[in-house]
């Protein structure tokens, strides 16, 4: 079976101008990175009607280490699109390169469903995440500058600030750190750290951002900390937004690339769908509006987290509107739910001589299948709240037997929802085909003007957002909050920044902020640990659980496979 990245290389690409072509972008207003990648400027979606275009949102199941392929199946959407005569243009995230060289992987989807060039995109790109991660750090430097200033000094006091540094690249070793050692010309010692630069607020904005305005109006709203007389700083206070938007002047124009079939590709930003919004941004999703028929888009992890961002925040905050969602699943990840363990889910390959199973065998997988179906109920019913109609993808594997394949389908109809069997994976935009006629059916029969509905109200009281993402979202029964939590609300108050959304931080394993719970958990409640504000991005986070925000490499890390040969061909990237 050949990998990823050799599917990759055997595909002759487009220039990127023949591509800009196709959807319209003169060559001249192209920014090249090469023959492959070019930046497109920001004027394309400000000049166009952008409700012609149907906007469709990807989203899954709660993820298992089995895997769903939520962005390969969006890849291979449009393709299929494309392939039905429909003028159609996918916009996803840019993957980071912590978990790149970690465990995860990269997010440029696989086999015959993928963006290209696929190296290029999974280490440097266009180099927006180094941009993010200077702009960050910009920040940081001027706040323990300020610290350490007897002239410009806003007084701050350095117990309450919680900004930190960022880098990207997974590194355990610097998540606390002690800064301002080494005497009195080196700054005040105070406690801080790294975060990953996909969980930066600068991230955060920059996805979030309608043009360089907007952008320089939400960076000086980031929130710092107090001064020691409680009064509260931010970035503008600091005078550093401009700066920080001016080495943010080209990551804010979106990437322009293909996928192996030729289907325009804008691939840009990457914040996480766990601390942030999870999706890509609002000008790259605008400008694919602009210049296609049909957008293809995704929300990181699950329904419950990333797609609700995704409506809730960015489509408010950017006035989008969705006209369908796919929800993908597959029978693996299904089972995973059901109480099957990767350990049987990889024994599957050899249980079943020539392909065909035992009775006892079959019983065995569908039993584990109509146990963990419920996972996928949950997230259909949640799709439904915002007044969307859900089509479910199920993404095939080998391994899938027809009868579990045939029960989810049933089970989906049951539901309301339309199923579609989909192989993204070893025949690209021909494996999804069924489905994108079931899209495009969908969105042609939907009345004119019919939009999604926000889960609540932005006036509401901050407790009342929180509890009715719980309740209505995740299943829960209720929220507790911890004595900082209850602390942080009263901050929030004081600070008049009630009317933020709300973008809870919650482990993605599971409906519930316990990671161990599969399925479809009842009768738990959410803890709400504490509130970080996020004032520049335009959110409350609401941190539940354990949340990783500089992931570790594991003991064998990705990196340990790739090399460069003498000619500059890079080898092992998945």
Known sequence: MKTDIQIAKEVKMRPIVEVAKSIGIDEDDLELYGKYKAKVPLKYYKEKDLTKSKLVLVSAISPTPA??????????????????????VVALREPSLGPVFGIKG?????????????????????????????????????????????????????????????????????????VGLGGTTSGIPRETGFDITAASEIM???????????????????????????????????????AMAALLKDAIKPNLVQTLEGTPAFIHGGPFANIAQGTNTVIATKTALALSDYTITEAGFGFDLGAEKFLDIKCRFADLNPQAVVL??????????????????????????????????????????????ENMQKHIENIKQFNLIPIVAINRFVTDAPAELEYIKEFCNSMGAQASIVDVWSKGGAGAEELASMVVEQIEKNPEGQRFKPLYDLESPVKEK??????????????????????????????????????????????????????????????????????????????TGEIMRMPGLPEEPASEKMDITDDGEITGLF
């Open 328 to 373: 993908v699943a597959t029978v693996r990840a299904i089972k995973y739910h059901g109480g099957m363990s990767l350990k049987e889910l990889k024994e599957e390959t050899t249980a079943c001589a020539d392909g065909v199973c035992s009775v006892e065998e079959i019983t065995r997988r569908l039993e584990a299948v109509k146990k963990g179906i």
């Open 204 to 242: 955060a904005i920059l996805c979030l951002s309608n043009d360089i305005a907007d952008l320089k109006r939400r960076l000086g709203n980031i929130f710092i900390g107090y001064t020691f007389d409680k009064k509260p700083i931010f970035a503008r206070d600091l005078k550093v937004n401009g």
């Open 67 to 88: 895997g769903e392929g939520k962005t390969t199946v969006s890849i291979g959407l449009s393709q299929a699109l494309n392939r039905l005569g429909k003028k159609s």
């Open 106 to 178: 990269g997010a440029t989807g696989g086999g015959y469903s993928q963006v290209v060039p696929m190296e290029d995109i999974n280490l440097h790109f266009t180099g927006d995440f180094s941009a993010v991660e200077k702009a960050h750090n910009l920040l940081s430097a001027v706040i323990d500058n300020n610290i350490q200033s007897k002239k410009h000094s806003l007084n701050l006091d350095p117990r309450t600030i919680s900004w930190k540094r960022v880098m990207d690249m997974n590194d355990r070793s610097l998540r606390k750190i002690v």
């Open 466 to 543: 929180i509890e009715t993402i719980a309740r209505k979202i995740y299943g829960a029964v209720a929220v507790d909050y911890t004595s900082k939590a209850k602390s942080d609300l009263k901050k929030i108050e004081n600070l008049g920044l009630e009317n933020l959304a709300i973008c809870m931080a919650k482990t993605q394993k599971s409906l519930s902020d316990n990671p161990d719970l599969l399925g479809r958990p009842k009768d738990f409640v959410i803890t709400v640990r504490e509130i970080e504000i996020a004032a520049g991005a335009g959110f409350l986070i609401p941190i």
